[in-house]
């Protein structure tokens, strides 16, 4: 679990709880998302690379230390994934954002692409990729499957929840890929899901049961 960091923040666990809740609504499932989200960004930032500028002070000029938020893009696993963007961005607003369309086959539990937009020159990027839950591991490992081939400097995973099946899938396939999340939970079910979990992600951030 070398390459697994858990955020253990009071603050994250303490929404992420609440998030579970199965009466938890819409809106409240939605903010807390948010929330959380721009949270986890201050940890999955925090080697981000700072460079020196000059700046004036009301009094004098020095050398301070800004990030190129431009390097960075957050990939969004649709549809879910969409609901961690929000928040991330609140903390990096510069970064460019990339969407992978992956949903998964009912029978076979594997992900078929139907959507895929990068922004340019993404040899010089570093990539985030969020997907609230890693569950199997099988949209995580397709999507940086495809990212890899535009060989972008870097590439972490961010989810909400995991659990052991889901790591190992991942890591299995891709040990170089950081992963961060928020809680790894006990296993997961016959139908994919994480138990205890939080349910459908999807449906919990857009309203869809
Ligand atoms: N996707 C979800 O939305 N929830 C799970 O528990 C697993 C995959």
Redesign the pocket.
């Known amino acids: 679990m070398s390459n697994v960091h858990l955020i253990d923040h009071p603050l994250v666990q303490h929404k992420l709880t609440l998030m579970r809740r199965k009466d938890a609504s819409t809106n409240t499932f939605r903010t807390l998302l948010n929330e959380l989200s721009s949270l986890m960004a201050y940890e999955v930032t925090r080697d981000m690379l700072l460079q020196d500028v000059e700046v004036e002070t009301p009094l004098e000029t020095m050398t301070g230390k800004v990030i190129d938020g431009k390097k960075l893009v957050f990939v969004s696993i649709l549809r879910?994934g969409n609901g961690i963007l929000e928040g991330m961005l609140s903390v990096v607003p510069g970064a460019r954002v990339g969407h992978v369309g992956l949903y998964r086959d009912p029978q076979t539990l594997q992900p078929v692409e139907y959507y895929f937009k990068m922004p340019q020159e993404m040899e010089a990027r570093d990539i985030v990729i969020v997907d609230?839950?890693l569950?199997t591991g099988n949209s995580a490992i397709a999507a940086v499957d495809r990212l890899k081939k535009l060989k972008p400097k870097s590439i972490k995973f961010v989810c909400l929840l995991t659990c052991p099946e889901g790591i190992a899938a991942l890591q299995k396939a891709h040990p170089d890929v950081a992963i961060y999340t928020a809680a790894i939970d006990r296993q997961l079910n016959e139908h994919?899901?994480?138990l205890p979990?939080l349910?459908?992600?999807?449906d919990r951030i857009f309203g869809t049961k």
């Open positions: 879910a609230p839950m569950a994919g899901y994480i979990g349910g459908d992600a999807g």
